[in-house]
């Protein structure tokens, strides 16, 4: 086995970032809802989400990327 390509590395650091960031907003939204509605942890558990999103769609533009 060769080294490892740096799409590869990539892609591995991106979805770390995703599990992280719906990590995250899921611990946010129970802070919210288990601590009676604190504006503050709603708002972190959508920025999370919205991050997670962008990295899934992110990564799955790369999908092509190591075949050229």
Do not use: C, D
Not at 8 to 18: D, F, K, N, V
Not at 58 to 64: E, G, H, K, V
Request: charged share 10%; no cysteine; glycine share 12%.
């Amino acid at each position: 086995m060769g080294p490892m390509k740096l799409i590869t590395a990539h892609r591995i650091l991106i979805t770390a970032g995703i599990a992280f960031f719906i990590f995250y907003a899921v611990v946010q939204l129970r802070v919210y809802v288990t601590r009676g509605g604190e504006a503050g942890a709603l708002v972190q558990a959508v920025i999370a989400a919205v991050i997670g999103i962008g990295l899934i769609v992110y990564y799955r533009s790369l999908r092509n990327w190591g075949q050229r």
